[in-house]
């Protein structure tokens, strides 16, 4: 009758993948004495053995690595944000993003033609309610249409 097989894995990550645990879990066995390391060798039914008989390790290893996994998330999102700044602030160098001042005094500009023909051909109070409406339009595209970083890039650049 034929033996099976004694079944050895070269690399942790083999071995993760074998078992369908995640990497830590085998790295969390071998820090706890686990003895299924041998000659450049894990043997897999030790390994197997032992995550049986101790579920703890593998149970803090996976809640460590899903914190691991929430803080390189964390990171990333963090790496997107300034990138995201650097990129507003090269446009704005290059002189591809306008600065909030700019747009104000350009539509300001066209702004003071229009209310002076609106002025001659309106009446008081209608004129008066288009002007209103105009303002708050403007100052609508101000604030609520801009991004956050591109208000904060302006700011920024305001200040200097």
Known sequence: MAQN???KIKTIAAAASRLGVDESVVHA?????CMAW???AIYMDELRDFLIDHPEVAEAAE???NTKETETKWRI???KKTC???D???EQKIGELVPRQQLRESIASAFAPICVTLEKHL?????NLVCKQLREALTKIETDTMPEEVRNANMNTASK
């Not at 066995?29 to 004495?33: E, K, L, P, S």
């Not at 009446?123 to 004129?127: G, K, M, Q």
């Open 88 to 90: 507003l602030e090269y």
């Open 123 to 127: 009446d008081l109070p209608t004129y």
């Open 29 to 33: 066995a071998r820090a706890a004495g």
């Open 77 to 79: 999102e963090r790496q």
């Open 5 to 7: 097989p004694v079944e």
């Open 63 to 65: 809640a460590e690595g």
């Open 84 to 86: 995201r700044k650097l």
């Open 38 to 40: 041998r000659h450049s």
